[in-house]
């Protein structure tokens, strides 16, 4: 056997030349991968012992893509283009053995090979969309010419990877193998010395000539993506590049990718977007919980509360083939929760994403009941009552005395002290919070809340098993709100302000939405309901909020609230009686109204919440900078192309930001733009967030 580095070895066997990688934990194509690969091709196409070159990854996957570690980094050993070009041109056959993700650049060097074969749970995808850049080793050129135009769209634009039974069917691998080092062999060995022409990816067009046909694909397909891909220069740049396999050679179109790949990776996006890949996998990582921390298993789910919540969480466990125990006051709730589960699953089958057995099988899962003692035997119980401390209290003190020892106990309070809660309980380390986000079944983030006395082991146990259900955990401290609302409850707090001084909610929503958020906080409130925790009985028009609700407008569900809601497309309109009730409202608050401009509604919109961040790490209540901004990219679709609130303010740099709190701290003549400590010794000591990651 051959070293060529310390990633990749050569050996030869039975007539062909295995190249093997080893690059844990998923073969990134670092330095030593591509130097091994471009040298471990040169040696064996030239060594006549061997009949076909297999190359073949240790460990659970092949390669899932370049090193995104050295982007941004001065280049260094052989280009992948090199590697690339020695394996496609060598003189006898190149194949590729496929496990777990050939992602990125690993699907683009399967492409550069001659033949793919692959073991049936192999996943491929180009997925460089998400990092803000477009696959710039080829993918663009070869995927089109493969799987066709609007797959390879699809593929890029989509990000998702696909099944091996998608990448046979449409000429992706050349076979499925049950094993991957037996069948890749026999494979090598069926195509070594037949002396046919290597096929090589870049020769084919058979689907291009079928595109050219179709004058308005990229029209077509522009519009359909434009809404989800707001913001993104990603995408458009991958459209021009699968444009130009239709009006460019092989050649020139590669030299055109290679140039936009290169000025998409230089942008403040795509940096922000890498930083993001990195700060969501940061995230599960707790310095006081090492990895090998002692987890224990969950099998069954014990879930109190069956509406928008419960029933949502509950989606997570079955749709995982874990059992619930799902409890209710009354049958009538009992049956309408799970009848919404029920119709939520059977989406999923009008969209082709699950079967209706596979939804019978998920039902089946469920066990109804209307007595929290059928709880006794569930390895974890999570609550989705009414967010009341006196009736959470309750719950807990009745579960204490029913849960089996060893229980996990949750609860999924968005706002709620955590440790009064675990404190009416006689196992305060079996306690923890997990804050769910609505709709609890998508919704990706997952606020993990460590009380005071929660154990590690249980901690571990509930990241792990997040993980396990589809959700991004991220670890909060107890506070009011804990990481997300926290913010949250500031940007909130300072647009009313807005309002009330000068601008309209819509404007103050436009500006949020430009910068790139899904909706602003007005549309937000509208969407969630305006009357959540208002009391019509102690209602006294206080607020422009309690108006709005006192006439009727309670938000989307009663067709207006700040906005009018169209009854059929649900689309919103400004109100001009709104308008004329902000303006009666400031000027019975005796408020003398100005002009906001939009730079100063983004400031006062962002800017709290950077400082009520900073704040949130002053006080340990995030492990870091980082973390709070995965809870605001998952949970409230901050744009990852601005990395998150603590990202951007690095970006705009802090001590504007603190230069800005303090002079609306003097023209406001309020506290609450106070800067936190923590920013002011971030600017004095010349550090960004970004250090304290
Ligand atoms: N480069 C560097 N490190 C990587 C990496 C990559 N491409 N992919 C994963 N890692 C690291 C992760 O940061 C993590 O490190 P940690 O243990 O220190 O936190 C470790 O590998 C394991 O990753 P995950 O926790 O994500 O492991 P999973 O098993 O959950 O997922 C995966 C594996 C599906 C491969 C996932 O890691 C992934 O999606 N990786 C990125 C794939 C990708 O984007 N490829 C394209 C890269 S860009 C490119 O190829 C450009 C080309 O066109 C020129």
Redesign the pocket.
Known sequence: MAVITDMVDLNIQDGIAVLKIKNP??N??SKGVRDGLYEGVKQANADDSAKAILIICVG??YI??????EFGRPPQGTS?FDVHKEMENASKPVISTIQ??A????L?TALCSHYRVAVTSAKFG???V??G?????G?TQRLPRVVGVEKALNMMVGGKPVNAKFALENGLIDEIVDDLFEGGMAFAKKVAGKGEVLPKVRDYDEHLVVAKADTELFDRYRKKIARKTRGFDAPEAIIQCVEDTLRLSFDEGIKAERNR?MKLVKSQKSEAQRYY??AE??A??IPDVPKDTPTIPVNSLGMIGAGTMGGGISMNFVSQGIPVVIVEHEQEALDRGLAVVRSNFMRGVKRGRVTEEQVDQMMSLYKPSLNLEDLADCDMIIEAVFELMDIKKEVFTKLDGIAKEGAILATNSSALDVDEIASVTKRPEWVLGTHFFSPANIMRLLEVVRAEKTSKTILATVMGLSKKIGKVPVVSGVCPGFIGNRILFKRGEQANKLILEGTMPWNVDDVVYDFGLPMGPFAMADLAGLDVGWDPRISKSQTIRDVLCENGRRGQKTGKGYYNYDPETRAKTPDEGVKELILEFSEKMGITRREFSKEEILQRCIYPMINEGARILEEGMSQRPSDIDVVWVNGYGWPTYRGGPMFYADTVGLENVLAKLKEFQEKDQDDFWQPSAMLEKLVSDGKNFRDLN
Not at 64 to 69: F, L, T
């Open positions: 934990p998923v990134a194509l659970r996957t899932a893509g370049a090193d995104i570690k992948l777990g993700t992602l990125g650049g690993g683009e180009l997925p460089e998400h990092l850049i477009l696959p710039g080793a993918g790949f890949f990195f996998r940061l599960n990582k």
